[in-house]
Nanobody, 115 residues
Framework: QVQLVEPGGCLVQAGGALSLSCVAS????????MAWYRQAPVKQRELVAS????????NYADSVKGRFTISRDNAKNTMYLQMNSLKPEDTAVYYC????????WGQGTQVTVSP
């Protein structure tokens, strides 16, 4: 059974930083390109950042470019999202999944950025 667990969300002030992690189990993590997604209230889920299976290539949504950094540790079956210079508009539930949304969605983690 595939599980994607995203601990680490919380409340942070604008301008602050937060690190999210995604721990995968039940899959051969290292063969998949992975991604972080987010869904704000009354909005559709959107792609935030993606990373190739080896970690050698990254892509970011324009809204987070220069502020967020995606990374992964295949030995630990874990993906990370370092979020700096947070803005209130970054408030959302953050999820991880493969780049093709192959797996069942986890519960996500709530990130709230106060003004």
């Amino acid at each position: 059974q595939v599980q994607l667990v995203e601990p680490g969300g919380c409340l942070v002030q604008a301008g602050g930083a937060l690190s999210l992690s995604c721990v995968a189990s039940g899959i051969i993590f290292s063969i998949y390109s992975m991604a972080w997604y987010r869904q704000a209230p009354v909005k559709q889920r959107e792609l935030v950042a993606s990373i190739s299976s080896s970690g050698g290539s990254e892509n970011y949504a324009d809204s987070v470019k220069g502020r967020f950094t995606i990374s992964r540790d295949n030995a630990k079956n874990t993906m990370y999202l370092q979020m700096n210079s947070l803005k209130p508009e970054d408030t959302a539930v953050y999820y991880c999944n493969s780049r093709t949304e192959r797996f069942a969605w986890g519960q996500g983690t709530q990130v709230t950025v106060s003004p």
